[in-house]
């Protein structure tokens, strides 16, 4: 059986090493270590922190963290949705994404925004499915290891938050 619940403290030992899973690919994020949770914690938004569970197993995670602390902003986050590779094409990342984006037009966010390497494919194809388009292509934005690294600008406009 697999659900999505909101994430709790208990989890992030699962959640860490769903995050440095992703980063061993190389193809997640210019992060080169997962943090700790107090770190994690403090950046990443309270609301809309959500976890995918197979047979009582934490198999995926997605959150949202703050674009700016300008008032203008309050409606745009940027996303995080990491699955286990274990568990990769089995639907847990659309399901997650999809349960994200309700979660964050329940809280008043009308725009979700993801930078993405563009060899991660599959992230790409994922985020399109649930309704992001490719708004920019950043060329070198910046190193990983001794590679420059473009990245994709992906957004999400809510169709029910902030269309008036």
């Known amino acids: 059986m ?14 860490r090493d ?9 193809l997640a994020t210019f ?5 700790e949770w107090e770190e994690w914690d403090r950046e990443h938004l309270p609301a809309c922190r959500l976890v995918a569970v197979v047979e009582a197993e934490v198999v995926g ?3 949202l963290s703050p674009v ?12 995080s949705v990491y699955v286990d590779p274990a568990c990769r094409g089995q639907g847990v ?3 997650l994404l999809e349960s994200l984006v309700e979660a964050s037009e329940d809280e008043g966010f009308w725009t979700l925004q993801a930078g993405i390497f563009p060899e991660n494919e599959a992230s790409v194809r994922l985020h399109e499915r649930c309704g992001f388009r490719v708004i920019g292509h950043r060329e070198r934005l910046g190193k990983l290891g001794d590679r420059w690294q473009d990245v994709l600008l ?7 938050v902030g269309v008036s």
């Open 2 to 15: 697999r659900h999505i619940r909101p994430l709790e403290s208990a989890d992030w030992p699962r959640v």
């Open 68 to 79: 700016s602390d300008r008032c203008v902003y309050g409606g745009v986050a940027e996303l």
């Open 93 to 95: 990342g659309t399901k």
């Open 154 to 160: 992906l957004e999400r406009r809510s169709t029910r």
């Open 18 to 26: 769903i995050f440095a899973l992703g980063l061993a690919t190389g």
């Open 61 to 63: 995670w997605a959150a």
């Open 31 to 35: 992060e080169t270590s997962a943090p």
